[in-house]
């Protein structure tokens, strides 16, 4: 996995000559790789065209004939690809594209205007999304499917990210295609990796400050109930990218009075943010921590939930259990003795 989300280490990134003529495909701007070393706009040009070509179907009968008589006369290629594997445009070869295409991502500022104005990209990154859902019900989803879908999610990433596509990636409704697996419940490592990495396409949404569209787009779907359940039984990782999420919607003024506008909204935030304390006090999660006592100084901003809280803040945040966590931490210590003012609670000196 690669890439980084509000501070969240999501790991390593994911990791020439004349290209075509100006007419005959998507304009490729030329970057530089790490260490100096030159990225062509032709490579970038010909794994796009990899990814979104496709083998003719008198291709695939023919090399899965010729496959099938080197078969049954014991010979065949001794390594790589046959019949129409082999082919230009086929499984494994757009397979190669993504992934070479995930590794660029931090070469080219601009790969993400290339990837949504390039004609096929989008509709072939949807595609491999798609063509996992049959995987999720029953559980069958293989490492190798979980690696395959989350590379095509590292690319949606890039463009949800990009100021100049975020607002046509969020118009065109492309996250409502990563709720089926946000909605998954397994706890095997392929369905961690593709709920990790769907949630850091949406976290790259709402990452920017102006968030007020992006915010009431995800309001209208079921992006809370979807981020709390992660945030009560997902992995720490992905615990913090969802509370990020919720956290981006609390401070929005718009998500805020939408959350404390009836008392069942509420109690599922508050219940399941009091739960994750509960949890920190057992594994001294200090990076999950400050997220929780951020979402909890946002809603002591709304009168009705401030006056909810002086009931029901968790006594681990009103007394020093985690003193001794937030020792070096001086900016959650000031949100948490700021929090405890707001719910007019004496803070010791």
Excluded at 47 to 60: F, N
Excluded at 117 to 123: C, L, Q
Excluded at 222 to 247: D, H, N, W, Y
Excluded at 317 to 328: M, V, W
Aim: aromatic content about 6%.
């Amino acid at each position: 996995m690669g890439g980084s989300l509000a501070g969240v280490d999501l790991g390593p990134s994911m990791l020439a000559a004349a290209g075509p003529a100006a007419t005959s495909g998507p304009s490729i701007p030329a970057g530089t790789g790490p260490g100096g070393t030159p990225t062509t706009a032709l490579s970038v040009y010909h794994l796009i065209t990899q990814l979104c070509q496709r083998p003719d179907p008198a291709s695939i009968i023919s090399a899965n004939k010729q496959g099938a008589q080197f078969s049954g006369q014991g010979q065949g290629p001794a390594t790589g690809a046959t019949g129409a594997e082999a082919l230009a445009g086929s499984s494994t070869q757009r397979e190669t594209a993504l992934l070479e295409l995930s590794k660029k991502r931090e070469q080219y500022e601009d790969l993400a205007l290339v990837l949504w104005h390039s004609f096929g990209v989008m509709s072939s990154l949807l595609q491999e999304i798609i063509s996992v859902y049959p995987m999720l019900t029953p559980s069958s989803l293989s490492a190798h499917a979980s690696n395959r879908v989350c590379n095509a999610l590292a690319l949606l990433q890039c463009v949800a990210s990009h100021p100049e596509t975020r607002v046509l990636f969020l118009n065109a409704h492309i996250p409502l295609f990563l709720y089926p697996f946000l909605n998954t419940t397994s706890k095997t490592r392929p369905f961690e990796y593709l709920r990790l990495t769907s949630l850091g396409v949406i976290g790259a949404l709402v990452k920017q400050n102006d968030n007020s569209d992006i915010i009431s787009f995800l309001l209208s779907t079921e992006i809370i109930p979807l981020c709390l359940r992660i945030m009560e039984t997902g992995s720490e990782l992905s615990k913090t990218v969802a509370i990020f999420i919720v956290q981006k919607i609390l401070l929005d003024d718009t998500g805020l009075a939408y959350i404390c506008q009836t008392y069942e909204r509420f109690y599922a935030v508050g219940t399941v943010l009091s739960n994750m304390v509960t949890q920190i006090v057992e594994s001294q999660a200090v990076r999950l921590l400050k997220h929780v006592v951020r979402c909890y100084l946002r809603l002591s901003d709304n009168p009705r939930a401030r006056e909810a809280l002086r009931a029901c803040l968790p006594a681990p945040l009103r007394d020093a259990t985690f003193s001794q966590l937030l020792k070096n931490d001086h900016i959650t210590k000031r949100c948490l003795a700021t929090l405890l003012l707001n719910l007019s609670d004496r803070v010791d000196s």
